[in-house]
């Protein structure tokens, strides 16, 4: 089974501090995504990276930085919390290809709190 | 841009009966690829059904289809059968074929299935 995991379903930080979100899937996908999820808002692409080292702005990554060292791991930095960065973060990946239905897979997700 | 409008930020529905979750987008290609996504309350969003712009049949999977309008530029959801684990928020997806890896996404549905 294909798989992304985050490294916590749920966090409580406060406001200024430096926080880091993991992302690790297992399935050699070159693209791996950053999302936030807020109610009435839908998914809103943070970053994006097609491969190590690579990274390019959503539409949404001011107060956001990533990094993606290897493949399979891709972290969202947020560089100083603050409370209207508290919601829901979603990491997702896909394989290369631009043809054929490439569809993303997603992690569980990691419920921040910031306060 | 491209574009992805889910009109119904909520629907219920009575255990076994159907219903339809509507999505129209926005495009000028003529080449693309449409999705729709399942998020059940705390667990992992997966793809419940995709569909090829190209290919005029409407893609089914067991008790999901869709009604893709090519013209008309819809791609709405039809659940038969409704089950208490259809409960869950739905989000329509676009992906362009020939530019970029990113999907958009709609805003999505909150379905309710009432026993």
């Known amino acids: 089974d294909v798989k992304v995991t985050q490294s916590s379903r749920y966090l409580v930080k406060r406001t200024g501090e430096k926080v880091f979100l993991e992302c690790v899937q297992d399935m050699d996908h070159e693209n791996m995504f950053w999302y936030r999820q807020d109610p009435g808002l839908g998914l809103r692409l943070i970053y994006f990276s097609y491969d190590v080292k690579m990274k390019e702005k959503g539409d949404i990554p001011e107060g956001y930085s990533v990094s993606r060292e290897k493949k399979e791991r891709f972290s969202l930095i947020l560089e100083s919390a603050s409370t209207n960065q508290t919601s829901m973060y979603l990491c997702a990946s896909s394989r290369r290809g631009l043809a054929g239905v490439v569809e993303q897979y997603f992690g569980p997700g990691t419920r921040l709190t910031v306060t | ?115």
Request: proline share 4%; net charge neutral.
């Open chain 2, 1 to 115: 841009a491209q574009t992805v409008t889910q009109s119904q930020p909520e629907m219920s529905v009575q255990e076994a009966e159907t219903v339809t979750l509507s999505c129209t987008y926005d495009t000028s290609e003529s080449d693309y690829y449409l999705f729709w996504y399942k998020q059940p309350p705390s667990r992992q969003m997966i793809l419940v059904i995709r569909q090829e712009a190209y290919k005029q049949q409407n893609a089914t999977e067991n008790r999901f289809s869709v009604n893709f309008q090519k013209a008309a530029k819809s791609f709405s959801l039809k659940i038969s059968d409704s089950q208490l684990g259809d409960a869950a928020m739905y989000f329509c997806a676009y992906r362009s074929a020939d530019r970029g890896y990113i999907p958009t996404f709609g805003r999505g549905t909150s379905l309710i299935v009432h026993p």
